[in-house]
């Protein structure tokens, strides 16, 4: 199985921060990644599909960048609405494994 | 709009099953996969597998082999996942999920997900 490791596991940030996610793949995934941000008793919600695309609807603050193994997310300008769980996913190879998530609170 | 609908809360005794369900709307049932994923008290998610509703095809996760079956019934527009054998480490919110690529076989990410169902597994 892809071992999918998220870091860092949480984080602290002030509004208006830029806050940014990584996510290593255990093995080349391509750009087969996807972002999710969940709040506490909600499903996952799809941001960002293919390493860097945005979902229709997703505001432009949110971003990712990355392929092979090693990938990026970032938040560019922290607003009380993003705080949320976020979790990585491959798609490259099942089974389908997530990243351990990170837990994005306010300072 | 498309909606995914699931069943309500389950709490079953170790070694029961239990069987949920996942009525969708707002779109071609056939054209699009139907995952489903976990996720424990305070945990991470967890994938569990893939079922085409097109042609019945599945991919269940090896560690769940033998004791998961998913269905769909096109005629009511609705996926199944049954889990057999319950163990207490099975208690989590039990997700279904649309793939967002139609025909995509299970190489997608989900962008609709149900609320999500409870099983509890208790004696």
Redesign the interface.
């Known amino acids: 199985d892809i071992q999918m490791t998220q870091s860092p596991s949480s984080l602290s940030a002030s509004m208006g921060d830029r806050v940014t996610i990584t996510c290593q793949a255990s093995q080349d995934i391509k750009n087969?990644l996807?972002w999710?941000q969940?709040k506490p008793g909600k499903?996952?919600?799809?941001l960002l599909?293919d390493a860097s695309s945005l979902?229709p609807g997703v505001p432009s603050r949110f971003s990712g960048s990355g392929s092979g193994t090693h990938f990026t997310f970032t938040i560019s300008s922290l607003q009380p609405e993003d705080i949320a769980t976020y979790?990585c996913?491959q798609?490259?190879t099942?089974?389908?494994?997530?990243?351990?998530?990170t837990k994005v609170q306010i300072k | 709009q498309v909606q995914l609908v699931q069943s309500g809360a389950e709490l079953k005794k170790p070694g029961a099953s239990v069987k949920v369900s996942c009525k969708t709307s707002g779109y071609t049932f056939n054209i699009y996969g139907i995952?489903w994923?976990r996720q424990a008290p305070g945990q991470?998610?967890?994938?569990m597998g893939?079922i085409s509703p097109y042609n019945g095809n599945t991919?269940y996760?090896?560690k769940l082999q033998g004791r998961i079956t998913m269905t769909t019934d096109t005629s009511t527009s609705t996926a199944y996942m049954e889990l057999r054998s319950l163990r207490s480490d099975d208690t989590a919110v039990y997700?279904c999920?649309r793939l967002?690529l139609p025909g995509s076989g299970?190489?997608?990410?989900?962008?609709y997900?149900?609320?999500?169902t409870l099983v509890t597994v208790s004696s």
Do not use: I
């Open positions: 087969d996807t999710y969940q499903a996952p919600k799809l599909y979902e979790y996913q798609y490259n099942v089974p389908l494994t997530f990243g351990g998530g | 995952s994923v991470g998610l967890d994938w893939w991919n996760a090896h997700y999920a967002r299970y190489y997608s990410s989900y962008n997900w149900g609320q999500g």
